[in-house]
């Protein structure tokens, strides 16, 4: 079928102009004198030429420009230096009494650094201020009494001594087997099985004799079910619901023009003024860059600050005594690896080579299989009939020609084009039309394709 990407959902222009009522309004009509509600859409009236068009907007018919006056200008005064010797003295350089100062004495002593072995006869300011004093010693209130063994024997048994009764241990008797020696000779491999087993004879097994196969005298009923039961009665074609194709419009050319073309009245345009920036004029006269700060600026010559550096410390040429409490009194001990702790085996391992010999192996005796009859039935049917594959769609079905677009190669396909609706489809007419037959569809005159 013919896909088109249009939206509309016409296929044809048939000429029936739009109704613009709404199912509302054909399914409920007027009652009486009440009116239907009007539409507050705005008509879609065309505006009537009004002249030529003014390039003013609102704003400029109403706005007022207002007369700018400009700002009053201070000018800025002359400088004049005072004559005269500034004072730079302030209130603390008048008020302040300077006081010699020292050095501040630190509050932590410095560390002493003993570099000598002499010993130090300096007495501790705590031996010093410290005064032994003899305190009397307070008497214990605890009465000394010497500790005297109990000479009696202790009578409080306890319940484990009243409750357990002693008792005879009886010991399970051992698993392990004794110890027996092995045989001096050689190993004889008889088994009980070996030496009880009764041989038996095998009576022969029972071989159903096989049935020659009779073939039977009737005929062979081919027919299954399906064959038997259908009869392949006449019926009627089912009949296409594609709609016919007629051809709906005139044969008038196409005029070529559009509602858009017949109400559109193109209207003169000023083009807007062009504003045009003044030319850029460089002053002549040379620029003033000195300020009130390179002018009145005296500068000083002001030291520059010594660094607040601590006073280097002593360096002492002694060597470095490295010896402490650890390497003095610690020794390193000789620590032996302990063995493994491993048991020895009771169960000794063989030494003699293994038979692989099984006692399936020993007593199995292979017999001869028989393969049993096969249940398979005798093909009766002969192979050289050839099969039947028709079904009901080969013979039934007739193939119908694929229809091709003719909008993407007119000239090729053999169609010429005839016009184009007011939905934008255009017809092309076949140039020599193909008969067609009693099962296919008829072809039309005038086939629509995608614009």
Same mark, same amino acid.
């Given at each position: 079928?013919?896909?088109?990407?249009?939206?509309?959902?016409?296929?044809?222009?048939?000429?029936?102009?739009?109704?613009? !009522?709404?199912? +509302?309004?054909?399914?409920?009509?007027?009652?009486?004198?009440?009116?239907?509600?009007?539409?507050?859409?705005?008509?879609?009236?065309?505006?009537?030429?009004?002249?030529?068009?003014?390039?003013?907007?609102?704003?400029?018919?109403?706005?007022?420009?207002?007369?700018?006056?400009?700002?009053?200008?201070?000018?800025?005064?002359?400088?004049?230096?005072? *004559?005269?010797?500034?004072?730079?003295?302030?209130?603390?350089?008048?008020?302040?009494? &300077? /006081?010699?100062?020292?050095?501040?004495?630190?509050?932590?002593?410095?560390?002493?650094? /003993?570099?000598?072995?002499?010993?130090?006869?300096?007495?501790?300011?705590?031996?010093?201020?410290?005064?032994?004093?003899?305190?009397?010693?307070?008497?214990?209130?605890? %009465?000394?009494?010497?500790? #005297?063994?109990?000479?009696?024997?202790?009578?409080?048994?306890?319940?484990?001594?009243?409750?357990?009764?002693?008792?005879?241990?009886?010991?399970?008797? *051992?698993?392990?087997?004794?110890?027996?020696?092995?045989?001096?000779?050689?190993?004889?491999?008889?088994?009980?099985?070996?030496?009880?087993?009764?041989?038996?004879?095998?009576?022969?097994?029972?071989?159903?004799?096989?049935?020659?196969?009779?073939?039977?005298?009737?005929?062979?009923?081919?027919?299954?079910?399906?064959?038997?039961?259908?009869?392949?009665?006449?019926? #009627?074609?089912?009949?296409?619901?594609?709609?016919?194709?007629?051809?709906?419009?005139?044969?008038?050319?196409?005029?070529?023009?559009?509602?858009? !073309?017949?109400?559109?009245?193109?209207?003169? %345009?000023?083009?807007?003024?062009?504003?045009?920036?003044? #030319?850029? %004029? &460089?002053?002549?006269?040379?620029?003033?860059?000195?300020?009130?700060?390179?002018?009145?600026?005296?500068? /000083?010559?002001?030291?520059?600050?010594?660094?607040?550096?601590?006073?280097?410390?002593?360096?002492?040429?002694?060597?470095? !005594?490295?010896?402490?409490?650890?390497?003095?009194?610690?020794? &390193?001990?000789?620590? $032996?690896? !302990?063995?493994?702790?491993?048991?020895?085996?009771?169960?000794?391992?063989?030494?003699?080579?293994?038979?692989?010999?099984?006692?399936?192996?020993?007593?199995?005796?292979?017999?001869?299989?028989?393969?049993?009859?096969?249940?398979?039935?005798?093909?009766?049917?002969?192979?050289?009939?050839?099969?039947?594959?028709?079904?009901? +769609?080969?013979?039934?079905?007739?193939?119908?020609?694929?229809?091709? $677009?003719?909008?993407?190669?007119?000239?090729?396909?053999?169609?010429?084009? %005839?016009?184009?609706?007011?939905?934008? /489809?255009?017809?092309?007419?076949?140039?020599?039309?193909?008969?067609?037959?009693?099962?296919?569809?008829?072809?039309?005159?005038?086939?629509?394709?995608?614009?």
């Amino acid at each position: 079928r013919h896909r088109c990407c249009h939206r509309s959902t016409k296929f044809y222009d048939d000429g029936v102009h739009p109704s613009h !009522q709404t199912e +509302y309004l054909e399914n409920y009509p007027g009652y009486g004198n009440v009116c239907p509600p009007e539409s507050c859409k705005p008509k879609p009236e065309v505006r009537e030429d009004q002249g030529r068009m003014d390039g003013t907007t609102t704003f400029k018919s109403d706005y007022l420009p207002y007369e700018i006056l400009t700002r009053p200008f201070r000018p800025q005064e002359e400088y004049r230096p005072k *004559s005269g010797k500034i004072d730079l003295g302030t209130i603390y350089q008048r008020d302040y009494s &300077p /006081h010699k100062v020292g050095p501040v004495t630190l509050a932590r002593p410095r560390e002493r650094k /003993h570099t000598s072995d002499a010993k130090v006869d300096t007495i501790p300011t705590y031996r010093d201020d410290y005064r032994l004093r003899k305190g009397e010693r307070s008497e214990s209130c605890k %009465v000394e009494r010497a500790y #005297e063994p109990p000479s009696e024997r202790f009578g409080n048994p306890s319940t484990f001594q009243d409750d357990y009764l002693p008792r005879q241990p009886n010991p399970p008797p *051992s698993c392990k087997p004794c110890d027996t020696k092995l045989a001096e000779g050689p190993f004889d491999a008889n088994t009980i099985h070996r030496t009880a087993y009764v041989v038996h004879e095998m009576k022969p097994l029972f071989v159903r004799p096989r049935e020659e196969y009779k073939p039977s005298d009737q005929p062979f009923e081919d027919l299954t079910t399906h064959q038997r039961d259908f009869k392949g009665m006449p019926g #009627e074609q089912a009949k296409s619901c594609k709609p016919e194709s007629r051809k709906v419009g005139s044969d008038d050319p196409f005029k070529g023009t559009t509602e858009f !073309q017949d109400r559109y009245q193109p209207y003169l %345009v000023t083009t807007p003024e062009f504003h045009k920036p003044r #030319e850029y %004029v &460089p002053p002549t006269d040379k620029m003033d860059l000195k300020s009130s700060n390179r002018l009145d600026y005296i500068s /000083h010559k002001v030291a520059p600050r010594a660094p607040i550096k601590p006073a280097p410390g002593r360096k002492s040429s002694a060597p470095f !005594q490295g010896k402490t409490t650890t390497k003095e009194h610690y020794q &390193p001990w000789n620590v $032996c690896r !302990q063995g493994l702790i491993k048991k020895e085996e009771e169960i000794q391992k063989p030494t003699g080579k293994i038979s692989g010999l099984t006692t399936f192996r020993s007593h199995y005796v292979p017999h001869q299989p028989n393969p049993p009859p096969s249940f398979k039935p005798v093909q009766a049917v002969a192979t050289g009939v050839p099969f039947k594959d028709e079904t009901l +769609y080969r013979t039934e079905y007739t193939p119908k020609k694929p229809e091709v $677009c003719p909008g993407l190669d007119p000239g090729a396909l053999g169609y010429i084009y %005839v016009n184009t609706d007011s939905q934008g /489809h255009k017809f092309y007419r076949q140039v020599s039309p193909e008969p067609s037959g009693s099962n296919c569809n008829p072809i039309p005159e005038e086939v629509p394709a995608v614009s």
